[in-house]
């Protein structure tokens, strides 16, 4: 457990970013974006990244390593994620780790995929626990193992109660999946007469999503240099911004996240209006076309 020291916030903050750092560290003690990114207002740090975790296999073919290797490698990747997105405030964190398209791929790749994702909820949970972050799961039960299933409910139990940030894992998830079973939760209460088809908005059907209580992504992150969404998120996704890099998963670490949240902080979010607020000065750090995707 990370140990944990009183800090004072910096007395030039904007109202806005003051309110925003006691938000962050109500949810994470140890949160100092102040310190970490000293060029990021908080306020312009997103609350919720959603990221597309792509390039364990490119990783491990391109240093002659199989594939399940690569895999392992970006489990280590996901772990160093979770602790530098607590380290600046993140309050959520979704990760499309396995999509309903992936059951395509060769048997022996998915059971390796399977008995990592059991060891990573057994390996992890004790620290979820201790770090005060809550665990949710998005994606179809039917056609996981049982034993997936197992550690899944295990890890639900443990952080039940845990009032921190939340990590949420994308597993056997398809978006498309996820507004068909919605519509059908709405149709099954429209033919049962407990609701009015013409009360059926946005938010009604917002509710009957998987992700229901969780806002939406502000930042969605791309790795591997791939320029799609994958059936990840997509309507939860409308407005976020997009960040894609040609670093590969398992190179992806803190500082690759703060070059994210740095171009993130330097964009204007319209909602289809216009500018309301002069730009930060913040640079946005795209990789350079040249750049190869390793560090």
């Avoid at 290797?69 to 396995?98: K, P, Q, V, W």
């Avoid at 899944?152 to 952080?159: E, H, K, N, S, V």
């Amino acid at each position: 457990m990370h140990p944990v020291t009183p800090r004072e916030p910096p007395t030039t903050l904007a109202p806005e970013d003051a309110a925003a750092l006691e938000r962050m560290r109500t949810l994470t003690p140890l949160a100092d974006p102040t310190a970490l990114l000293p060029d990021v207002p908080p306020a312009r740090i997103p609350r919720h990244i959603a990221v597309i975790m792509d390039g364990n296999g490119r990783w491990a073919a391109e240093r002659g390593f199989p594939r399940a290797f690569g895999h392992r490698m970006g489990a280590r990747a996901t772990r160093a994620l979770l602790d530098a997105a607590e380290r600046i405030g993140i309050e959520a964190l979704t990760l499309y780790s396995f999509s309903a398209e992936n059951w395509k791929r060769p048997a022996d790749e998915i059971e390796q995929l399977m008995l990592l994702y059991v060891a990573y909820m057994d390996g992890e949970r004790d620290a979820l626990v201790r770090r005060n972050i809550r665990f949710r799961q998005i994606g179809r039960r039917e056609g996981l193992p049982q034993d997936a299933l197992d550690a899944l409910d295990r890890t639900l139990d443990a952080t039940a109660s845990c009032t921190g940030p939340t990590l949420c894992l994308a597993i056997n998830y398809s978006a498309r999946q996820e507004l068909a079973d919605a519509a059908q939760r709405l149709a099954e209460r429209a033919s049962a007469g407990t609701l009015d088809p013409r009360d059926i908005t946005e938010d009604t059907l917002e509710r009957e999503l998987d992700t229901a209580g969780l806002p939406d992504p502000d930042l969605l992150v791309r790795t591997a240099g791939e320029l799609r969404l994958s059936n990840f998120l997509l309507w939860q996704l409308s407005y976020a911004e997009l960040y894609v890099t040609n670093t590969l998963w398992p190179d992806f670490d803190a500082g690759s996240l703060h070059t994210a949240v740095r171009a993130f902080a330097s964009r204007q979010r319209r909602y289809g209006g216009l500018d309301t607020e002069p730009a930060t000065g913040v640079t946005d750090h795209h990789d350079p076309p040249s750049y190869n995707g390793t560090q």
